[in-house]
């Protein structure tokens, strides 16, 4: 929650406003965070106590509300509190008015407590939990407390001694309050650490201490209720075996207590047998009919039972040709707790577990059984929501969801501020994909801070992460989960830490998306969804065969990842073609095609799969295969855009005049689908083709596409300025493509960048067939839509090469160095454009810095080798052609202007050689 400090407080959000309601007058609530503090130093100075007490109360509350780390508000507020009781009568008065001096006991408790785990070092801190425990102890004779706060003192010490680095969810604030330690309680001095570990230790051993008073009485007066009293206090201490005793003794003294039934219920429960604890349940609720508590408590046991027996059946029977749809329905429901196979062996045996007719039968004993009970509870303590919520989640797991949002709702309605009831409703509700409503009930449940322990209220900060997840909100998504993985700790629970590596693979983060798949790894290594999210992460971070490689361990799963590892070698052929040998490169190829076949049988009908088949059929030239599978697609889609565009792609590869104008009328389809295809674009396109907004004239800013994945695929061959410069007509142009595949894997640019791109790919097919005016009008098109693309420019910049016109296309290449000074074809190019003005010092320069963006490009060596050449430098131009015919052997072009460098140094033998590859490879000119 956040607020304004100018803010008045009647303006602030009204759960806010609730809390404050207890300690303001109506009058007050027009006052500012900051104005409370001032009025109740004031009230202090004229010694009005009652009223200082009140707005300090309030003012620490609204802090607490503005920043939940800040431990010095939870002190604070304890500690005014406490002066309220030992203090001036008045206050205590005052005070008690709004809550009874119990209650107040245990909020001050809990306030100091909280203050600890915020990051308060102070060894009296610890003492005065201690004083309060034993007092509030002496006072309602409840034993409960004392377990609780024994059960917080050792989660600290664990903190402290286990984890010094991360003891505090949060750093300390200081805040407004300049006076506490000016360290930061992750860099609190040693001395500081074993001092409040030593105290802790100190004021556990007193509460032990009143534990065994607990025994003394049981001793010398062991009615049933002072037993009952021991056996809780035993447990509270972790003595499970000797609580488990002293409940015997209570049921062997006095049979008819069914508080010694239930405790020995509550007992056998926390030791994990289930089956004895209802039994016992039974002769407690035989003993007291009317205690609703019991029937919930037993109805719990029976929902334990009853999951217990619904995992039996899913492990064995829910193959079964009788299946309801209910069973089927049962591994998908979000209330379904985790429980794994072999501890549910053990508890119901492995015979009963093969029973089919027993196996029906216990789960719709215990099922019926649970309901009842619950029912039972709700009759006779209506206001009790656990009840209400415990048999919503029965119901969601019956499919019966109209009787568990009516039970969610009453149970929000009897307690406004029950933070478990609307955890489920928001689980719920995203279960429907109501992922918005969800985000309000999960918003609900964290505000409802007195009533969470911090594992729930980390739950609730995880299920609101997998709401803004679901949104693809990425950056509230991992605010929910670093709030979530701050309050359980880092490492203590996986499946955050995966949700969260997913998110920041969204975001970009992918190093930090790392780290937290390590943390899953190294924490919970048999975490099912792991190797998924590794190979999801390191498919982005380009580490294809890493990819690969967590793919296939999560297929050994049984999970279908044929897609995501077709994905990950496709990516791996041909993000990295140039750095593979051709034999590695087909095989990645291959391996990609056999996965997406595989994936295209399990899931025929799926267009996504057979795109990204018919791209990897393209990568392999099987040409004819693609086009065959891309109008397979259409039958089914016949206006998917990029089915047409692969088509396209394909035809313009295959030989012949008549096949690249297939290819343009096959562009032409994918732009025309594309505009149809978003009636934003439809409306902007026509309104752009109609002349109403002049083309180029719109200057708009778009992101930067960094999805599309571009390759070189064209040799423009130019005419020669001159016979003795032959290799610089060689230059490269560029076909940008983009392979469409799984969205869960590869992102997509925006409606208006596809747009582009497609126009950019059509410029370029009518360039080969000689149609320049409409191949440059396509290229000024994509860049109206997509005016930072690098590729409309290098593409306008090679025109303009190759019509001659290189002031323009320099100015072109300038601009496209402009939007990317790394893009290593507008410095292979701009180079050419300087070697034809003879500005040979330049265009080193630049072939230099394409030879290092772009290592294996043949045409960058060969360029500067004709620049070489022409300085005079003919050692030099010789060993850059020898590399360049060393990354493309096949260029007959570059033998003969390598043998020509070497003629002229007189070793007409070695010229020959290469005269003699030029014309093996096809060469028919003049030599």
């Given at each position: 929650?956040t ?29 500012t ?13 004229e ?11 309030a ?16 002190y ?11 203090g ?5 008065v ?15 408790i ?11 070092m102070?060894?009296?801190v ?7 425990t ?9 034993a ?46 040693s001395?500081e ?18 534990v065994?008073?607990f ?34 003794k ?5 049979p008819?207590s069914?508080r ?7 007992l056998?429960?926390?030791v ?11 002769k ?22 009853y ?55 216990m ?7 649970s ?15 656990d ?16 009787r ?67 949104l ?6 991992e605010?929910s ?13 996986g ?19 790392l ?18 999210a ?5 498919l ?38 140039t750095h ?5 490169h087909?095989?990645?190829l291959?391996q ?19 795109l ?18 891309c ?25 012949g005049?008549?096949a ?35 083309r ?11 999805a ?14 001159s ?6 007509n ?54 109206h ?8 420019q ?20 300038q ?33 230099d ?26 050692p030099?131009a ?13 260029r ?8 020509k ?27």
């Amino acid at each position: 929650m956040t607020a304004d400090n100018r803010t008045p407080i009647k303006a602030f959000p009204s759960e806010l406003v609730d809390s404050l309601m207890v300690y303001l007058k109506e009058g007050d609530q027009h006052m500012t965070v900051d104005e409370l503090f001032l009025k109740a130093l004031l009230s202090e100075s004229e010694k009005d106590w009652k009223r200082a007490i009140l707005l300090a109360s309030a003012y620490l509350t609204s802090v607490l509300a503005l920043d939940r780390s800040c431990w010095r508000a939870y002190y604070d507020r304890a500690t005014l509190r406490l002066r309220a009781i030992e203090g001036d009568e008045q206050s205590l008065v005052y005070h008690s008015e709004h809550m009874r001096y119990e209650k107040l006991l245990a909020v001050i408790i809990q306030d100091y407590v909280n203050a600890l785990h915020k990051g308060c070092m102070l060894v009296e801190v610890v003492e005065t939990v201690g004083d309060l425990t034993v007092r509030l102890l002496e006072f309602t004779g409840d034993a409960t407390v004392l377990r609780q706060v024994i059960q917080n003192l050792t989660r600290l010490l664990h903190l402290l001694i286990l984890d010094p680095s991360n003891s505090l969810s949060k750093p300390w604030t200081p805040g407004s309050f300049g006076t506490e330690p000016s360290s930061r309680p992750g860099e609190t001095s040693s001395v500081e650490r074993d001092l409040l570990v030593a105290a802790i230790h100190a004021q556990r051993g007193r509460l032990y201490s009143a534990v065994r008073a607990f025994e003394e009485a049981a001793a010398e007066n062991p009615t049933s209720e002072n037993l009952v009293l021991l056996s809780e206090s035993l447990h509270s201490m972790g003595d499970t075996e000797n609580s488990l005793r002293v409940s015997d003794k209570v049921v062997s003294a006095d049979p008819t207590s069914f508080r010694g039934h239930a405790r020995r219920a509550q007992l056998l429960v926390s030791v994990g047998q289930i089956a004895p604890a209802k039994a016992e349940y039974d002769k407690a609720i035989a003993l007291a009919p009317k205690e609703g508590r019991l029937y919930y408590e037993r109805g719990v046991v029976q929902i334990q039972l009853y999951m217990r027996w619904r995992v039996a059946y899913q492990a064995n029977f829910s193959s079964s040709s009788t299946v309801t749809s209910t069973t089927q329905t049962m591994s998908r429901s979000p209330f379904a707790p985790r429980l794994k196979a072999h501890d549910v062996e053990k508890d119901l045996g492995a015979e009963a577990m093969k029973d089919e007719v027993l196996v029906r039968k216990m789960m719709k004993q215990f099922y019926v059984g649970s309901i009842t009970d619950l029912s039972s509870c709700i009759r006779l303590e209506p206001l009790l929501a656990d009840a209400y919520v415990d048999r919503a989640e029965l119901n969601a797991l019956d499919e019966e969801f109209g009787r568990a949002f009516r039970d969610l709702e009453s149970a929000t309605e009897r307690q406004p501020k029950c933070a478990r009831a609307h955890v489920s409703l928001g689980v719920l509700k995203c279960h429907f994909s109501a992922y918005a409503a969800a985000i309000e009930d999960f918003d609900k449940a964290i505000n409802c801070e007195t009533s969470m322990t911090p594992e729930m209220r980390a739950y609730a900060f995880f299920d609101r992460g997998v709401a803004y997840q679901k949104l693809e909100l990425w950056s509230q998504a991992e605010k929910s989960y670093n709030e979530s993985i701050a309050l359980l700790g880092r490492g203590r629970d996986g499946a955050t830490h995966r949700n969260r590596a997913i998110v920041r693979c969204h975001l970009g983060s992918f190093d930090d998306a790392l780290e937290d798949l390590e943390e899953v790894q190294y924490n919970a290594p048999d975490d099912e969804e792991l190797h998924g999210a590794l190979g999801f992460a390191l498919l982005q971070l380009n580490r294809y065969e890493d990819a690969a490689k967590h793919f296939a361990a999560y297929g050994r799963l049984g999970r279908d990842t044929y897609v995501d590892s077709g994905n990950a070698y496709f990516n791996l052929a041909t993000k990295s073609e140039t750095h593979l040998q051709q034999v590695q490169h087909a095989a990645y190829l291959q391996q990609a095609r056999r996965f997406y076949l595989r994936a295209a049988r399990l899931q025929p009908s799926n267009v996504d799969i057979r795109l990204n088949l018919a791209n990897c059929l393209r990568k392999e030239n099987a040409l004819q295969a693609a086009i065959t599978q891309c109008d397979t697609i259409a039958l089914q889609q016949p206006l998917n855009h990029a089915c047409l565009e692969s088509k396209a792609l394909a035809l313009f590869q295959l030989p012949g005049r008549r096949a690249v104008t297939d290819a343009v009328a096959c562009m032409d389809a994918a732009v025309r689908t594309c505009v149809a295809s978003s009636a934003n674009l439809g409306n902007i396109f026509n309104a752009f083709t109609s002349g109403t907004i002049h083309r180029n004239a719109l200057e708009r800013k778009t992101i930067s596409r960094n999805a599309a994945r571009l390759n070189p695929k064209m040799v423009v061959d130019l005419p020669s300025p001159s016979a003795g410069s032959s290799i610089a007509n060689i230059l490269a142009g560029l076909l940008t493509e983009m392979e469409s595949s799984a969205s869960n894997v590869h992102l997509t640019g925006s409606h208006e960048q596809m747009l582009a791109l497609y126009m950019l790919n059509r410029g370029v097919m009518l360039e080969k067939l000689g149609n320049l005016d409409r191949a440059r009008q396509d290229y000024k098109d994509a860049f109206h839509f997509d005016p930072l693309s690098v590729h409309v420019q290098v593409c306008l910049g090679t025109l303009s090469l190759r019509e001659g016109k290189f002031e323009q296309s320099a100015a072109e290449f300038q601009r496209a160095l402009e939007l990317d000074p790394s893009s290593g074809v507008a410095h292979l190019n701009v180079g050419v454009v300087y070697l034809y003005r003879n500005k040979l010092t330049v265009a080193l320069t630049h072939f230099d810095t394409a030879i290092t963006l772009l290592p294996h490009c043949s045409y960058a060596y060969a360029n500067k080798a004709v620049t070489l050449a022409r300085s005079g430098n003919l050692p030099g131009a010789e060993l850059y052609f020898k590399r360049a015919i060393e990354e493309l052997p096949s260029r007959k072009e570059f033998y003969l202007a390598h043998g020509k460098i070497i003629a002229q140094q007189k070793r007409l033998h070695d010229a020959m050689v290469n005269f003699s590859t030029a014309l093996f490879l096809g060469y028919d000119g003049k030599l």
